[in-house]
């Protein structure tokens, strides 16, 4: 498996493969890897014949209150993952190597990253585009993939590869999870052991809302409320969103009969966690 | 030659040029092709193996009291001339195609495009970029050809290009002019016959001050004089900016002793004409 920094020696790699007609599947994360990330390697390998995955805390998608500084970097622990999982190679990007001086460019879709975490986190999603059509450049992949947790984020990614014509096929696999249910998440690591406990009211609140969809209920606001009964039931959680949308526009619906996306941000103590639940409707 | 409007097509031939270990230059054009354009042609097609030119007038780079609708379009004569000239295809874009409903998504460059005609042109350059991001994904050139007389222009894709890491050679070739030395631009098809003679004023005022320089001026403010000056000559001419300006960053300079960028932009009548020429410096 090889490792590196440099753009260039990435892309000879992935052209390499291509020229020897195998399928490259990326898997683009900021390190820190879990269940969720493995899946993803895994699928990249089932799916394509090799698997390049790349690691890199993007300053970009970071607000100036954010946690950049303190997110977990476990490189060497990250490699072995890797390693096990049989991915082809590793990209450990640097802030040098890819935004030098001079940078200048964003990269930004409009319209899906106005609600939910594009409200919450100003210019996150542009961080997110920008890095990302720089990946697909450099990797040059045939498939890209993409957890479900970050539900926002990849119909962000397909609409942007959508609409730059990038020949990318955008890939969007389920969200995995502990045994109790709370979503896979690099920043679980921040959770104190009272705060873990506190994290599954996000899950707890979204299956609440699911049990209502499924006895009928479709008004959105009561679906919300639902939600919102959930995560009170918790002192130590504060809610940052909670959301009924449209799973294709991610715009908010009055009532889930063409399905819907449930999907809440929390704030358990310092740390802020997502996820979401789509409810008469598929990932697509 | 081919002629498409199917990106997808675009790629498949693009594709199997590289496969044939051919390399394909690409000249991205609005159309109404002029010797500027054919120059490019020549160039993709004497330096590279192959010659694909677009032909699309952009909507998003236009703004909405400038000329998108009236500006013209001799498709046919187009087809001639990139015949004549040996290109291997033509991608003849479509609004539909290239923005279908749900587009969204925009790229930025910073900086570069503050001055000059992303001053006078707001949304302008936002527009160029997205759509040459675009192309350039479509077409997967190994080099793209631009004109000097779009000095800032081809300067901006140069910064996208690097930023984005996108796996193209940008080729900038000198502008093409008139024997009185007025610039090709498709838009000179706008001028009547005194206008027409009124536009040599701007070439007259560029090689004012070319010549001052010569002489050993290195004054921003004289240079700028006597551009000024040389314009003030003409009556049918009304200048939209007179700027002596740093070759790479484009920034305005108080001094030439590193050599500039001598830029016009000059309303004759109801059109709107850019020239430029660099004095101390040679083209990147």
Chains 1, 2 share one sequence.
Not at 195 to 203: D, G, K, N, V
Request: glycine share 8%; net charge neutral.
């Amino acid at each position: 498996m090889w490792i590196t920094s440099d753009p260039a020696r990435v892309r000879e790699w992935s052209r390499a493969y291509r020229a020897a007609h195998l399928r490259v599947g990326f898997v683009p994360t900021m390190g820190a890897l879990h269940e969720g990330h493995l899946s993803l390697i895994r699928a990249a390998r089932e799916e394509c014949d090799r698997a390049i995955v790349s690691i890199y805390v993007n300053p970009l998608q970071f607000g100036p209150t954010e946690d950049l500084s303190r997110y977990p970097r476990p490189f060497a622990r990250d490699v072995d993952l890797c390693r096990r999982e049989g991915a082809a190679g590793i990209f450990h990007g640097t802030d040098e190597g890819l935004y030098p001086p001079g940078f200048s460019t964003s990269v930004e879709v409009a319209k899906l990253t106005e609600g939910l975490c594009g409200a919450s986190r100003p210019g996150h999603f542009r961080g997110v585009t920008t890095i990302v059509a720089k990946l697909l450049a450099i990797v040059e992949p045939h498939a890209a993939y993409f957890g479900a947790k970050d539900f926002q984020q990849a119909a962000v990614i397909r609409r942007l590869t959508a609409d730059l014509d990038l020949p990318v096929r955008i890939r969007v696999l389920p969200t995995i999870r502990e045994p109790d249910g709370l979503a896979m998440s690099s920043r679980n690591a921040y959770l104190t052991p009272p705060e873990r406990e506190a994290a599954t009211c996000l899950i707890r609140a979204l299956r609440r809302a699911q049990e209502a969809y499924d006895r009928g209920e479709r008004r959105a606001s009561t679906l919300r409320a639902e939600m919102e009964a959930g995560l009170l039931a918790e002192p130590l959680a504060r809610p940052d969103y909670i959301e009924v949308v449209d799973p294709l526009t991610l715009e908010r619906i009055e009532r889930a009969d063409r399905g819907a996306l449930l999907a809440l941000a929390v704030w358990i103590g310092g740390t802020r966690l997502i996820d979401n639940a789509l409810v008469g409707a598929q990932l697509p």
